[in-house]
C-alpha cells in the first residue's frame, strides 16, 4: 500500500523518536539556536485548516444534510491557505461526492480541477477523475 501511515489511536501517546546510541553527547552551556523552519514547508496534518474542518463535514454527512455539507467544504475549499497540502482531499473528496449525490456533475468537475498537480496526482484525485459514470436509474 502507498498511502501515508495510519495514526495510533487517540489514547495512546505518540512514539518518541530516539538519537542513535553513537552520536557523540554535546555540553554545552550555550542557549540552544532556534530551529529554522523553511517558509514553504507544510504544517502537519492536525494543524491543516482541511483537518480541522473534516469533523464538522462528517457530522452534516452523517445527519444527511448534504447541501450544508456542500457549502461548508466550499468555504473551506476556497479560503484554505495550504492548498498544496495532501489533507486538501479532507474537504474536496465529501465536496465532490456531496454534488455526485445531488446529481451535480459540473461542479463535482471543477472541485477537482481546482486541485493543484501535487494533490491531483495523487491515486484518490486519479480514482476520481477516471471513475466511470454510473447510470443508476436504469
Known sequence: MNGPPTPPAEDQPLP?????ASA?????????APEVVP??????????PYYQIFPQIA??????????LIELAERADLNGVHDTHPSRLFVTAPLVLGYLIR?????????????PNSIAVLPLSQARLRAPRLDLRA
Not at 518518541?16 to 542513535?20: D, G, I, R, S
Not at 457530522?59 to 450544508?68: D, M, N, R, T
Open 24 to 32: 557523540p553527547a554535546t555540553t554545552s552551556d550555550a542557549p540552544a
Open 103 to 115: 446529481d451535480e456533475v459540473p461542479p463535482a468537475k471543477f472541485a477537482l480541477t481546482r486541485l
Open 59 to 68: 457530522s452534516l454527512a452523517a445527519k444527511g444534510e448534504i447541501q450544508e
Open 39 to 48: 517558509e514553504n514547508q507544510l504544517p502537519s496534518p492536525e494543524q491543516s
Open 16 to 20: 518518541v523518536e530516539q538519537a542513535p
